[in-house]
Antibody
């Protein structure tokens, strides 16, 4: 069964760049025709879709975040990544990676604070 | 963006009760709808996809229906492990959008 695992710093300073990586195991990131997604959830709130990437590198971003988001993929490492620039406290959330609607990673808590 | 309006935002129910949650899309989504269950501190888990298809391993007391803009998740006989927050998500187009969630609590 395919597993996804988020990794990266749990604390980011305001105005800096949040960087997370999603490692895919028990399956190839290039198998099938799937998009690989990032979703986030502030504490006690709902889910927000950030964006997605296809193995070809094609991306789609949420217009609300588009100016600050870059999603990239490294098929040789079976990973994809999220960069969110110019972060503020409003970007504090649990960040999930997912292969479309399933499976999801367990989530990575990221706090934006000085 | 397609807006997903989920109701109710919370409900209290007892074990054995029949529970229904609804999700309305701001435009037709051709059954491209998923339902997720989320427990505190955990990632959302897929329950249903394509509006009515049960995810492998999910109990048959969960069912989904609907078409066009209106969709329903039903739990036929609520069990203790079903107390959680449920979200709908459309995957008809991007950006993907979620309902605001329905918290199912113990009465």
């Amino acid at each position: 069964q395919m597993l996804l695992q988020e990794s990266g710093p749990g604390l980011v300073k305001p105005s800096q760049t949040l960087s997370l990586t999603c490692s895919v195991s028990s399956g190839s990131i290039t198998s099938g025709t799937y998009y690989w997604s990032w979703i986030r959830q502030p504490a006690g709130k709902g889910l927000e879709w950030i964006g997605r990437i296809y193995t070809s590198g094609t991306t789609d971003y949420n217009p609300s975040l588009k100016s600050r988001v870059i999603i990239s993929i490294d098929t040789s490492k079976n990973q994809f990544s999220l960069q969110l620039t110019s972060v503020t406290a409003a970007d504090t959330a649990v960040y999930f990676c997912a292969r479309e609607i399933r499976p999801w990673g367990q989530g990575k808590m990221v706090i934006v604070s000085s | 963006d397609i807006q997903m309006t989920q109701s109710p935002s919370s409900l209290s129910a007892s074990v054995g009760d029949r529970v229904t949650i609804t999700c309305r899309a701001s435009q037709g989504i051709s059954n491209s709808l998923a339902w997720f269950q989320q427990k505190p501190g955990k990632a959302p888990q897929l329950v249903l996809y394509s509006a009515s298809k049960l995810e492998s391993g999910v109990p048959s007391r969960f069912s989904g229906s609907g078409s066009g803009t209106d969709y329903t998740l039903t739990i036929s006989s609520l069990q203790s492990e079903d107390f959680a927050t449920y979200y709908c998500q459309q995957y008809y187009n991007t950006p993907r959008t979620f309902g605001q969630g329905t918290k199912v609590e113990i009465k």
